[in-house]
């Protein structure tokens, strides 16, 4: 049962996942769900040691049932495989099991800092479940790019990484930059030091860090359609207003409340009362449901290479058993890694996923199992909005997947720039393709050829 707001520090409980335990707190009361995702530094028992952090989520609890987490490798959740921290896809799953566990069926979801980027692919991939989304200073990408130059600099990113490192668990001068107003308090940075030990050890901070440097959810700000709101502070160091504000403008029907102050983390650093004022009127308003048809998914397409020569090659009889063959191993891998399988091509196939790392590993098995019989197999991968049409699925992601595979050469998996950048901590690895021109789909696509088993080159 929940813990009821004000009655002091709720229970731990822990979800168990195929990945390993999440720590997690359900407390608060009301006919609304918050799930809240901050940064990768939690510590769902050590939060209540600090009274800023109690009276923030105290508040935060009068307007709902709150839902908090410790993702894997934080606080009180088991450590990652490998001590690497886990693409979005895998959070997202741990966040959902959390809510079945305790009955939850939708939430109002608020992504702060960091967090921010999995509660938009979670509001973009689950429209129905998260009709509702609020990010406070939060980004879509840290780094800047040729098409977004509202990012910190390579050089910049790469020496606050090594400086934070450097930090984590004994200076605290990560303060200076993200919560100026409470960094010469001797009380609060000797909590906030002690806090860093306990949500985070060394090794998984530097991984921590380096999927904040290298994520990238630009690509799915165009498939979010909860009702949302951008709330950043103005004179933010680190969390920068010009974040926010491409958030406002590239999520359709987003509001931007722009607020005083320069704290951004933690999240209960300063006066946060203002923010929680935007906040409760926000979820106190008209929330209503999402029905949209739309939603963010990714979209595989995979082809049998000269499936024509190969069929005059072996005759109708044995054409037909490898066609039933490939198909019982199509269907076989996409229900292993969750997928739905939308059509059988009768060469191929067209899938889709709720994450971009199931679908990867999905056609590295496809490919591997079929190989075995002669069968070579190419595919394409794209993770962008689609339209549930029935039994079918329609939209500008699933044309892009269809043109990433077309090419591809024999034993190629090829994935677009923005598969790539939401797997940032998988063991996957990517060889540049450069950039190609998509027959039907306007400008210049970065593509990238899957490293695991055979690397094949990719033409023109």
Same mark, same amino acid.
């Given at each position: ?23 997690? %707190? ?10 809240? +995702? =901050? ?31 410790? !993702? ?59 009709? =509702? ?7 879509? *990408?840290? *780094? ?11 050089? $910049? ?6 400086? @934070?490192?450097? %930090? ?13 107003? $409470? #960094? ?6 000797? @909590? ?11 090794? &998984?901070?530097? %991984?921590?860090?380096?999927? /904040? #440097? ?9 498939? /979010?359609?909860?009702? =949302? ?21 590239? /999520? ?37 449901? #999402? ?7 990714? $979209?595989?397409?995979?082809?049998? $290479? ?28 996409? #229900? ?20 971009? %790392?199931?679908? &990867? ?11 075995? +019989?002669? /069968?070579?197999?190419?595919?394409? &991968? ?24 077309? +090419?591809?050469?024999?034993?190629? &998996? ?5 598969? !790539? ?17 998509? !027959? ?10 899957? !490293? ?9």
């Amino acid at each position: 049962m929940p813990t009821p707001t004000g009655l002091g520090r709720p229970e731990t409980h822990f979800a168990h996942t195929p990945m390993g335990a999440i720590g997690y %707190q359900a407390f608060g009361e009301g006919d609304l769900d918050i799930v809240f +995702i =901050t940064h990768w530094l939690t510590n769902v028992d050590a939060y209540w040691d600090e009274p800023s952090a109690a009276r923030y989520l105290d508040r935060l609890a009068s307007m709902g049932r709150v839902i908090l987490i410790d !993702k894997l490798g934080s606080g009180v959740s088991d450590m990652p495989e490998g001590l690497r921290i886990p693409p979005v896809e895998d959070t997202m799953d741990d966040i959902r099991t959390v809510m079945s566990e305790i009955g939850s069926t939708q939430a109002a979801l608020i992504g702060d800092t960091e967090g921010g980027m999995l509660a938009m692919a979670l509001a973009a991939t689950y429209p129905e479940q998260f009709p =509702t989304l609020i990010l406070i200073n939060s980004y879509a *990408r840290l *780094r800047r790019d040729v098409d977004y130059s509202i990012g910190a600099p390579s050089n $910049v990113v790469d020496s606050l990484a090594e400086q @934070w490192k450097a %930090q984590h668990g004994t200076t605290g001068e990560s303060l200076l930059l993200t919560a100026p107003s $409470v #960094a010469g308090d001797p009380r609060f940075r000797m @909590w906030f030091t002690r806090f860093q030990r306990l949500a985070q050890n060394q090794q &998984i901070a530097a %991984q921590a860090v380096n999927w /904040i #440097a290298n994520t990238d959810v630009r690509g799915v700000l165009s498939s /979010i359609h909860a009702r =949302t709101m951008v709330i950043h502070r103005r004179d933010a160091r680190y969390h920068r207003l010009a974040y926010g504000e491409y958030l406002a403008e590239h /999520i359709d029907g987003a509001v931007l409340r722009v607020l005083e102050g320069s704290d951004t983390l933690p999240f209960h650093a300063g006066d946060f009362d203002p923010v929680l004022d935007q906040v409760e009127e926000f979820l106190t308003g008209d929330r209503g449901s #999402a029905t949209s048809n739309r939603q963010l998914s990714t $979209v595989m397409f995979t082809d049998v $290479v000269g499936s024509t020569a190969m069929a005059a090659e072996v005759g109708d009889q044995r054409w037909l058993d490898l066609r039933n063959t490939h198909d019982r191993t199509v269907r076989e891998n996409v #229900a292993r890694y969750r997928g739905d399988l939308v059509a059988l091509t009768g060469d191929g196939c067209l899938a889709t996923f709720s994450g971009p %790392q199931r679908a &990867i590993l999905c056609a590295i098995s496809i490919r591997d199992e079929l190989a075995r +019989i002669g /069968i070579e197999m190419r595919s394409g &991968i794209h993770t962008g909005e689609i339209e549930l049409v029935g039994d079918d699925v329609a939209g500008i992601a699933v044309h892009i997947a269809s043109r990433v595979m077309g +090419i591809a050469e024999n034993g190629g &998996i090829l994935v677009s720039r923005t598969v !790539k950048d939401l797997v940032v901590g998988s063991r996957l690895e990517f060889e540049s393709c450069g950039s190609h021109d998509l !027959k039907g789909v306007p400008g210049e696509w970065d593509l990238y050829e899957v !490293k695991s088993g055979r690397v094949v080159s990719v033409g023109a």
